[in-house]
T-cell receptor, first 114, second 116 residues
Framework: GNSVTQMEGPVTLSEEAFLTINCTYT??????LFWYVQYPGEGLQLLLK?????DKGSNKGFEATYRKETTSFHLEKGSVQVSDSAVYFC?????????????FGQGTILTVHP | EAGVAQSPRYKIIEKRQSVAFWCNPI?????LYWYQQILGQGPKLLIQ????????DSQLPKDRFSAERLKGVDSTLKIQPAKLEDSAVYLC??????????????FGPGTRLTVL
């Protein structure tokens, strides 16, 4: 079946540090890949997405590239801010009978200190 | 535009009691999802509706969970009877259609259920 694995967390960084959160996936066919973010006290929000191999999703300074050869979709940001502190979820959506269904990773807690 | 609405936001019950959650999706969204998010894990799909029909309920524990979307708009999720392991946040999401990459799912704030 489909699955998503995220790097073990939590991650603690100083402001302006470089961020990488690893995500790998297992899926049949050609899934779409997503990063969702959950800020404290808020609901899940879509951060970025990529729908085919070699696509790069980007938003708010975050980037992730769909790597089919390594089945990965790592999230990166060059300079994090305190306001980026949140829980980040990698997810995929595959075809078949559950078209549109999201399969999530376990989430990575990011804390950024001033 | 208004987002996905859910109520209640918090609920505490004892095991073997019943509980119901309500979700009102974004206007015009045909697809509605219920996810269960246990602490420390990612959300897991329980059921997916397309208008008022069920598309996927393979992960729904049907001996105790039920869900309906009678008029193809709002939806209720019920647990009867509740078990301790049902303690989780129940998330509702909606999208225009079920298209995987092209139709963003919008999530509600969730209902946090504690079963004692």
């Amino acid at each position: 079946g489909n699955s998503v694995t995220q790097m073990e967390g939590p991650v603690t960084l100083s402001e302006e540090a470089f961020l990488t959160i690893n995500c790998t996936y297992t899926a049949t066919g050609y899934p779409s890949l997503f990063w969702y973010v959950q800020y404290p006290g808020e609901g899940l929000q879509l951060l970025l997405k990529a729908t085919k191999a070699d696509d790069k999703g980007s938003n708010k300074g975050f980037e992730a590239t769909y790597r089919k050869e390594t089945t990965s979709f790592h999230l990166e940001k060059g300079s994090v801010q305190v306001s980026d502190s949140a829980v980040y979820f990698c997810a995929l959506s595959a075809g078949g009978t559950s078209y549109g269904k999201l399969t999530f990773g376990q989430g990575t807690i990011l804390t950024v200190h001033p | 535009e208004a987002g996905v609405a859910q109520s209640p936001r918090y609920k505490i019950i004892e095991k073997r009691q019943s509980v119901a959650f309500w979700c009102n999706p974004i206007s015009g969204h045909a697809t509605l999802y219920w996810y269960q998010q246990i602490l420390g894990q990612g959300p897991k799909l329980l059921i997916q509706f397309q208008n008022n029909g069920v598309v996927d309920d393979s992960q729904l524990p049907k001996d105790r969970f039920s869900a309906e979307r009678l008029k193809g708009v709002d939806s209720t999720l019920k647990i009867q009877p509740a078990k301790l392991e049902d303690s989780a946040v129940y998330l509702c999401a909606s999208s225009l259609s079920p298209g995987g990459g092209d139709n963003e799912q919008f999530f509600g704030p969730g209902t946090r259920l504690t079963v004692l």
